[in-house]
């Protein structure tokens, strides 16, 4: 299993990580109209989602192991007066009660290590999270260019299901990518609720991600 690495938050941010995520936002609202209120932001960044939750009344916790994201984070909760529990970890070793939220958020996060990580972090969430409860998990796709054309965007493949990024914030940050096949075998503890893979294109590429809702049935 791959050693987690941390992004590096100190760079200049696109507007999009600082901003409540599209696809995410319509959950959210679900997850406030069932009472679902205790929920672990999983790989926070710089808490775009956390910190919109916490204005919604949310109980939230976030998680995150890169210090300089989770100081942006502390800093912006602090200067609205926004009350977010922020602990710095490894995803690979949640130090959460089982049975301890109603759900949990990784948004474009949890695939930031190879297959055998991203299995435990699974197995990590279905732990803390309560029967009943739901997962909103986002996950890179293989019909992806990064993925579909090896070496130009990321010069180290692990195996078959993880690339090392060598660009931007992302230099030496894994991600692993699926097909919709691994997806649902590596969900498989879990009830489905939807699953969409969205395609976001630009100039000189096309990024793939699935965008999952599922459930913890037992």
Not at 21 to 50: H, Q
Not at 81 to 96: A, C, H
Request: charged fraction near 30%; proline fraction near 1%.
């Amino acid at each position: 299993m791959i050693t987690s690495k941390a992004w590096n938050w100190d760079s200049d941010i696109h507007d999009y990580w600082k901003k409540v995520s599209d696809e995410f936002l319509p959950v959210m609202l679900k997850w406030k109209s069932n009472n679902f209120l205790k929920i672990l932001d999983l790989g926070c960044g710089i808490g775009r989602n956390a910190l919109y939750m916490a204005r919604l009344n949310f109980d939230v916790y976030a998680f995150d192991l890169s210090d300089s994201g989770l100081s942006r984070l502390a800093d912006e909760a602090e200067k609205n007066m926004l009350s977010i529990n922020i602990k710095r970890g490894d995803m690979l070793d949640l130090p959460y009660d089982d049975d301890f939220f109603d759900c949990v958020l990784g948004f474009h996060s949890i695939y930031h290590t190879d297959y055998e990580g991203l299995q435990k972090v699974i197995s990590g969430i279905y732990r803390i999270v309560k029967k009943g409860g739901e997962l909103f998990i986002t996950l890179n796709s293989k019909e992806s260019d990064v993925w579909q054309q090896y070496g130009q965007y990321a010069d180290k493949k692990i195996d078959e299901y993880t690339l090392i990024k060598t660009e931007t914030a992302e230099t030496a940050v894994p991600h692993t990518y699926l097909d919709y096949k691994e997806v649902l075998e590596l969900l498989s503890g879990f009830s489905i609720i939807r699953i969409q893979q969205i395609f976001d294109y630009f100039e000189d590429r096309k990024h793939a991600h699935f965008f999952i809702t599922c459930r913890k049935e037992k």
